[in-house]
């Protein structure tokens, strides 16, 4: 399930980042960054998953906290 989610995500942030490097419209960056959010929410989930008790995963998890963070952030002043 976890893998299925992780390919969905990256094609989504792949195909949201080119469509707003090749338009040069960057109206669907929060798009992009939430759903990378969530990438990386489901990245540091699947390291936890997987019994390493490494700290991949938690960074993985910090970072989409953050980047949850600045999609809030910003969409307030937009």
């Known amino acids: 399930m976890l893998k299925v989610l992780r390919i ?3 094609m989504s942030v792949v195909t949201l980042g080119s469509y707003s490097l090749i338009t040069r419209t960057f109206d669907l960056l ?3 960054l939430l759903s990378l959010g969530f990438l990386s929410l489901v990245v540091g989930l699947n390291e936890l998953k997987k019994d390493k008790k490494t700290f991949w995963g938690y960074i993985n998890i ?6 949850f963070f ?3 952030y910003t969409s307030q002043f937009s």
């Open 8 to 10: 969905i995500l990256s």
């Open 30 to 32: 929060p798009y992009s």
């Open 62 to 67: 910090g970072a989409s906290a953050f980047v």
């Open 70 to 72: 600045v999609v809030i």
